[in-house]
């Protein structure tokens, strides 16, 4: 696997004689197509996972929740990467599979953070929480419970190797 990486790797890197914008399509069109074929990887192994859970009865009784991080911009707004303030480096995908709490095919606009994920995971799993919640959790949101109120914060840094609590509930105890 390595040594077919590093020939695609050195082709890629020599690719054909083009020059300027030629160069720069015929790149992008690389890009592009390694990209879709990860999304169709994902989008095929996810399939089989759910298949599974289907054919041995797992399927009402297993919650499944992907979630992603936000990639990179595919040409939008003349970028390719995601550092700017735009909605495409703002969003991450967010699916969930809980049979009988969340419907099928619905759709939740609420902002939800993934710093609650393991939070909302020990709920689900019916587990204590080491503490009081950091925010809204995610599946207070898919049950329809309001979420309470919450204040935010936030960091004049790109990145941090300590992740920071963002949202807090409005009242402590």
Not at 90 to 113: F, K, Q, T, Y
Request: glycine share 10%.
């Amino acid at each position: 696997m390595g040594r077919r990486l590093r020939r695609e790797e050195e082709a890629f890197r020599k690719g054909p004689n083009l020059q300027g914008e030629a160069r720069v399509k015929w790149m992008y069109q690389r890009y592009i197509k390694d990209y879709l074929g990860c999304v169709q990887s994902v989008d095929d192994n996810i399939g089989r996972v759910l298949k599974h859970l289907d054919d041995t009865g797992l399927a009402d009784d297993t919650v499944v929740i992907y979630s992603s991080d936000q990639g990179w911009y595919l040409g939008e707004h003349g970028w390719y990467d995601k550092r700017w303030m735009y909605e495409e480096s703002l969003v991450m995908p967010l699916i969930v599979r809980w049979p009988g709490v969340v419907e099928a095919g619905s759709i939740n606009n609420d902002i939800v953070s993934n710093l609650d994920f393991a939070e909302t995971f020990l709920e689900i799993a019916g587990a204590a929480t080491p503490g009081p919640n950091a925010g809204p959790q995610p599946c207070a949101v898919d049950e329809g419970r309001d979420p309470g109120p919450t204040g935010a914060t936030h960091s004049t840094t790109i990145t941090t190797s300590f992740p920071a609590r963002t949202a807090w509930p409005a009242t402590t105890g």
